[in-house]
């Protein structure tokens, strides 16, 4: 299971932390990622960790990068997303996911759930970020 928490109204230029609580995964051989979809457009990957070796990655995208970043809480099963200097554009539904790494490189498989959000396997739902100009 994943729920994400955190969400609210927020002033473009503040902050805000985001919480994913997750379980339920009996192995390490996961990736929980970031995502969000602002209203009429496709989901986007942000950030994610591999729980097999705590690797993270982020998104190179120019609407993110530099501003947000994840940090996980292994022993807690928690995950955040840290995001900073909001701009409006980023309102939007923040979703955690989840997909199994098996034996694959952990690159490969945040790489795929990126470019293929739909094909995810584990969806949390959704806490919506406002952000007012």
């Known amino acids: 299971q994943l729920q994400a928490s955190g969400g609210g109204l927020v002033r473009a230029g503040g902050s805000l932390r985001l919480s994913c609580a997750f379980s339920?995964?009996?192995?390490?051989?996961?990736?929980i990622g970031w995502f969000r979809q602002a209203p009429g457009k496709r989901r986007e990957g942000l950030s994610a960790?591999?729980?097999?070796?705590?690797?993270?990655?982020?998104s190179t995208s120019e609407s993110v990068k530099g501003r947000f970043s994840i940090s996980s809480d292994s022993d807690n099963h928690l995950l955040y997303l840290h995001m900073n200097n909001l701009k409006p554009e980023d309102t939007a539904v923040y979703y955690c996911?989840?997909?199994?790494?098996?034996?694959?490189?952990?690159?490969?498989?945040?790489?795929?759930?990126?470019?293929?959000?739909?094909?995810?396997?584990?969806w949390g739902k959704g806490t919506l970020v406002t952000v007012s100009s």
């Open positions: 996911a989840a997909e199994t790494t098996a034996m694959r490189d952990s690159a490969i498989t945040v790489g795929t759930m990126f470019r293929r959000p739909e094909a995810i396997t584990f």
């Open positions: 339920g995964f009996t192995s390490d051989n996961y990736a």
């Open positions: 960790v591999s729980l097999r070796d705590g690797q993270t990655f982020s």
